[in-house]
């Protein structure tokens, strides 16, 4: 059934941007949906078909928050959006992952989530910064699994900082395992709601899975691995530069992490920070970047990240008593 939407925009100036260079962008959407679309000043009107218009509403919006974060648009970023916004709607379409052990697919169930599934699939190297229960970790754990079981991938490393939020790891009780295995019990709990604990355990027993702390990557190069590293925030420039150049031949890697829980002392600079900056224009690297509508655990949690967060996006920080 015919229909019109109207999306207020910021500024004409935004509207020039989402537009294109000689309405380049325009035209890809136009195309790929089937629908008119006409700007007036701030607004642009959508026409066409009632699901083909809520796509292109989708298409822009999620545009607008790409060229809020990076600051500008290309052709990539288009046509990525375009095949997520669509692909979401296919049973097994281009978002989708692997069945898990359950017999489930594993489908992002936001465009940002379908944003970040596509990136790690048409690039090597893909850091995801965005809030908490967004699914950061657990769609790039399903996706180094999906990975390892087409045979694209003999290995999968998952990787974490053992940075302490207020404690240190030598008043902890037990061995230095012992004292590392509290920061990597999130990713143990990604892997073991993705494949049964029996096959876990038995690819960790035969060096197909491995996880490990960041410090203990120094000096190797993993060929034909899917390396993951979790709460890239709390890594320092030199162990994001460290971790990055373990890439070996026919690897992938995925860094994830959220920057306004960064425990590292303050006078050391985040290396996720400095990543995304140095990095954004590199070939073969994408910076993906989730937000407050991409939390999809329960809907209380959306509510709390927007209450810590102030205007800046930073977190707010209780005054000292």
Known sequence: ???????????????????????????MIRDALGVRIVARGDTIQIDGEEQACEHA?????????????????????????????RGNDVRGGTTSLAVTDTGKYMRPRTDGQGRYVQAMK?????????????????LAVGWAVSLLRSTAVKKIVL?????????????????????INPYLRPLFD???????????RRYMENDIIEIVPLAYM???????????LDEGQNASTAQMKMFLTR?????????TGDMTQVDLPRTIKSGMADAVTRLRDVEGVSIVHLGEGDIVRNPIVAKIVAAYDDESGRPK???AR
């Open 247 to 255: 890439m070996g031949h026919g690897s992938k890697v995925v860094v």
């Open 159 to 179: 990787v974490r900082p053992a940075v302490e939020a207020g404690e240190r790891l030598g008043f902890l009780p037990g061995d230095l395992v012992q004292k």
């Open 57 to 85: 509403e989708r298409a822009f919006q999620q545009l607008r928050l790409v060229l809020r974060k990076s600051g500008k648009l290309t052709a990539e970023d288009v046509r990525t959006v375009l095949e997520v916004i």
């Open 1 to 27: 059934m015919p229909t019109t939407r109207t999306l207020t925009l910021d500024s004409r100036e935004e509207t020039v941007i989402l537009f294109g260079t000689r309405d380049q962008f325009l035209r």
């Open 218 to 228: 120094r000096g190797r190069t993993l060929n034909g691995a899917c390396i993951i």
């Open 317 to 319: 920080r209780t005054p």
């Open 190 to 200: 990604s892997l073991n709601d993705i494949m049964e604990p029996d096959t876990v």
């Open 122 to 138: 048409t690039h090597d190297v893909v850091l995801c910064v965005g809030p908490a229960g967004t699914g950061k970790t657990y």
